[in-house]
């Protein structure tokens, strides 16, 4: 199974840029790098998602590495609901692969 | 259309018991996933339907679990002689078939199980 690698926790402070790194250097030539994020006891919602190139929504921007065994999820302005489990996933035709994800805090 | 829809949200069930969980795609979806989570972890693949067809199971998917997706629509996941480690959140997702790995998928709510 394609893996992704996380740091457990991050802290931000409010209306400051937040990096959130991802490592997949298993990922194969057809997946798609996704991101979700999750609070508690609610589903993942989606964030954004890219192949090869760096990619922008009104959400956050992700940023893939040229070789593609990383990437960095970037929310240009951190606000306290922005406060989230996220969730570096590599999707293939069939299957999501989850990691553990990173527990993001924001501090008013 | 509002989502994926999954029921019930929660179920409180007695070990050995059987339970079913339901959940409804967004309409013309053809894809349809189940996950489990288990506090604390992220969602750990169960199944995969396209259209009535499962088309992919996990190792973690036990002779007591059963999944299936009638008419290619709704889909059930029932696990038979529940077990106190089967507690966990039950999360649905469905996503179209065009684009494949290209699109965004919808997750649903979740059923969280309790064996007692």
């Known amino acids: 199974d394609a893996k992704t690698t996380q740091p457990n926790s991050m802290e931000s402070n409010e209306e400051e840029p937040v990096h959130l790194p991802c490592n997949h250097s298993?990922?194969?030539?057809?997946?798609?790098i996704h991101w979700y994020r999750q609070l508690p006891s609610q589903g993942p919602e989606y964030v954004i998602h890219?192949?090869?190139s760096n990619v922008n929504n009104r959400m956050a921007s992700l940023a893939i590495a040229e070789d593609r065994k990383s990437s960095t999820l970037i929310l240009h302005r951190a606000t306290l609901r922005d406060a989230a489990v996220y969730y570096c996933?590599?999707?293939?035709?069939?299957?999501?692969?989850f990691g553990t994800g990173t527990s993001l805090t924001v501090i008013p | 259309d509002t989502g994926v829809s999954q029921n019930p949200r929660h179920k409180i069930t007695k070990r050995g018991q059987n339970v079913t969980f339901r959940c409804d795609p967004i309409s013309e979806h053809n894809r349809l996933y189940w996950y489990r989570q288990t506090l604390g972890q992220g969602p750990e693949f169960l199944t995969y339907?396209?259209?009535?067809?499962?088309?992919?199971k996990s190792r973690l998917l036990s002779d007591r679990f059963s999944a299936e997706r009638p008419k290619g629509s709704f889909s059930t996941l029932e696990i038979q002689r529940t077990e106190q480690g089967d507690s966990a959140m039950y999360l649905c997702a469905s996503s179209p078939q065009q684009g494949a790995q290209n699109t965004e998928a919808f997750f649903g709510q979740g059923t969280r199980l309790t064996v007692v």
């Open positions: 339907f396209q259209n009535e067809a499962q088309l992919e």
């Open positions: 298993t990922i194969s030539g057809t997946d798609y």
């Open positions: 996933i590599l999707r293939n035709r069939r299957q999501f692969y």
């Open positions: 890219g192949l090869t």
